[in-house]
């Protein structure tokens, strides 16, 4: 059954959102209509399998744009590896997390590629995939559903 646009929530073109299970707090994000996934800015990626056979991912999230050196060690079950295309049409082989967003009042489960993107203005992407049946975007305005934290401020 499809929910009605005008039933869902606005979201604006940039969000602020946290991902608990990353102790991110708080990172601002491009709200990508245009991306199919979601992104989030990471290095040192690496793929390993745990005692228990389970294929995991061992990472560096860098959440903070205007601290390139703070970066915080991640550790998650891998989600599965799947084809992107970037923004320049390049094509490449990621990886993907799977894990809760909050955005506003709004929790859900998402999956995420890790992928550079130190050279983005955003250090997150929100892709229509995380958008579908969960909110309209109105492309004329910012924070609908999240205000700047204090700290950033």
Request: aromatic residues 8%.
């Amino acid at each position: 059954m499809k929910t009605a646009p005008t039933q869902l929530p606005q979201i604006g073109w940039r969000e602020y959102l946290a991902i608990p299970d990353l102790d991110i707090r708080v990172i601002k994000a491009k709200v990508d209509t245009g991306a199919r996934t979601s992104a989030l800015h990471s290095s040192e990626v690496e793929i390993y399998e745990s005692n228990e056979g389970i294929e995991r991912v061992r990472f560096q999230a860098h959440p903070m744009h205007r601290d390139p050196s703070f970066s915080l060690a991640c550790d998650l079950p891998l989600s599965s590896y799947r084809s992107v295309r970037d923004s320049g049409g390049k094509e490449e082989i990621r990886p993907f997390i799977s894990l809760p967003v909050i955005i506003g009042e709004h929790r859900f489960e998402t999956e995420i590629s890790l992928t550079n993107r130190k050279n983005m203005k955003f250090r997150m992407l929100l892709g229509r995939t995380a958008l579908k049946g969960r909110f309209v975007v109105n492309s004329g305005t910012s924070y609908l559903l999240s205000q700047r934290p204090k700290v950033l401020q």
